[in-house]
């Protein structure tokens, strides 16, 4: 599949989690709320290999370092960043915590820069522009 649908797709499904998130945030403290939320992505992660996993092979030629960076980022994005975002989710704005918390682009742009050499273009200073300027807008 084109990965710009793939794009769209995310966008559509990440769009809707908040609402879905903020409605059990309503009757639920933020540490059992994460719980539910990492039952569900378990019960994902269980459902996967059912779907799509059969590239064994490829997995263990990953070696240790890949997976290392991959559980890494999973305990990041996963438990310390979703943390925090439930904490500003259930005491803030869903209209005004999304866009804030959905600034990451940014930060990803700036490492990308420092740990990968990536390079500056036009276009990704005005969408840098444009992120800084729809969370000013958000004051």
Not at 14 to 42: C, D, N, Y
Not at 55 to 83: E, K, P, S
Not at 109 to 115: C, E, R, V
Request: hydrophobic fraction near 55%; include cysteine; aromatic fraction near 12%.
């Amino acid at each position: 599949m084109n990965p710009y649908i793939w794009a769209i797709i995310t966008a559509v499904v990440w769009g809707a989690v908040p609402i879905i998130e903020k409605a059990g945030l309503r009757t639920l403290p933020v540490w059992p709320a994460m719980f539910f939320r990492t039952l569900g992505a378990l019960i994902g992660i269980f459902l996967l290999p059912l779907l799509k996993f059969n590239d064994i092979r490829a997995t263990i030629a990953g070696g240790a370092q890949g997976w290392y960076y991959c559980v890494l980022g999973g305990f990041m994005g996963a438990i310390v960043g979703n943390v925090c975002y439930y904490h500003a989710l259930k005491t803030g704005e869903v209209s005004k915590i999304v866009p804030i918390a959905g600034s990451f682009p940014l930060i990803s742009f700036i490492l990308g820069l420092l740990f990968f050499s990536e390079t500056v273009t036009p276009a990704k200073l005005a969408g840098v522009a444009c992120i800084v300027m729809g969370v000013a807008l958000l004051r």
